[in-house]
């Protein structure tokens, strides 16, 4: 086989979408070639086209996915479930950013494995992942994540709804939400992203802890993580700086993003 740039298809054009879109024609040119992108919004292809030097095309997420030979969904946990078992069926490759749609799909990771279909989660906003993985060879007895978020990195999510959280009235630390990852991600599916990978990575939904906290003088994205098993203790704390195009995504999910795809491209080799 040829060593061959990767032919790269984006689907979502949101701040994580576009970020990597970028990075495909600057820090990565040469190494992957953007050829489509797609959202829902039309609007926001077609600007991210006009943003971008040499023009991807804006395709359908079926055309897409068969023209290209990486998929990177950066959509919403609403649709990544879809987009990977899409991917899954037709053999490509993909690198999914919304995981907590794949939460409750688990079964998807296994035909990907089962097909020889590679599937990459970024660590997104948080460190610690790779600790977890080392401790779950042995045995693991509780994961839990502390979130902190400024409250506009929480408005409108489905579970302040819900609960009619007035989150203009809050003066202080407040806690907002207690439970599994399974409820958080189903409550807050564009703010705690990190606990789905966590999820994935530990003890699955049921059985990792989520308290979400926040408070008016909090600048930064706040995740801490900890892990106790057989290996001891684990605890991490990671400071993110909001992404200054979107406060519910922090800047380092971004670079995430782009580090993973920097890190397929020095060892992948793609044949025709």
Do not use: W
């Not at 502390?146 to 408005?155: S, V």
């Not at 994205?221 to 991490?236: A, L, Q, R, S, W």
């Amino acid at each position: 086989m040829e060593n061959k740039r990767l032919k790269i298809g984006i689907i979502g054009c949101g701040t994580i979408g576009s970020q990597v879109a970028h990075a495909c024609q600057a820090e990565l040119k040469g190494k992957v070639e953007l050829i489509a992108i797609c959202d829902a919004d039309l609007s926001k292809a077609a600007a991210l086209k006009k943003s971008l030097k040499a023009g991807p095309e804006i395709l359908g997420q079926a055309e897409l996915v068969g023209k290209c030979n990486l998929i990177i969904e950066a959509a919403s946990a609403k649709v990544s479930g879809d987009i990977l078992r899409e991917c899954v069926g037709l053999g490509k490759d993909c690198m999914m950013m919304s995981v907590g749609g794949i939460v409750g799909r688990e079964s998807l990771l296994k035909d990907a494995s089962d097909k020889g279909v590679r599937v990459y989660i970024p660590s997104g906003a948080l460190c610690g992942v790779d600790g977890l993985k080392s401790a779950s060879a042995g045995k693991v007895n509780s994961v839990s994540l502390t979130t902190r978020k400024p409250p506009k990195g929480l408005d409108g999510a489905p579970y302040i709804k819900e609960k009619k959280i007035d989150l203009s009235g809050i003066t202080g630390e407040t806690i907002v939400f207690e439970g599994s990852a399974e409820d958080a991600i189903k409550g807050f599916p564009q703010n705690v992203n990190v606990s789905a990978v966590l999820s994935l990575a530990g003890l699955g939904a049921k059985r990792t802890l989520v308290r979400i906290v926040t408070s008016p003088h909090y600048t930064r994205n706040i995740h801490e993580v900890e892990i106790e098993g057989d290996c001891g203790k684990i605890f991490t704390r990671t400071e993110n700086v909001p992404s200054k195009a979107n406060p519910k995504t922090s800047e380092l999910a971004v670079l995430s993003a782009i580090a993973t795809l920097s890190g397929i491209t020095n060892s992948v080799r793609v044949g025709t």
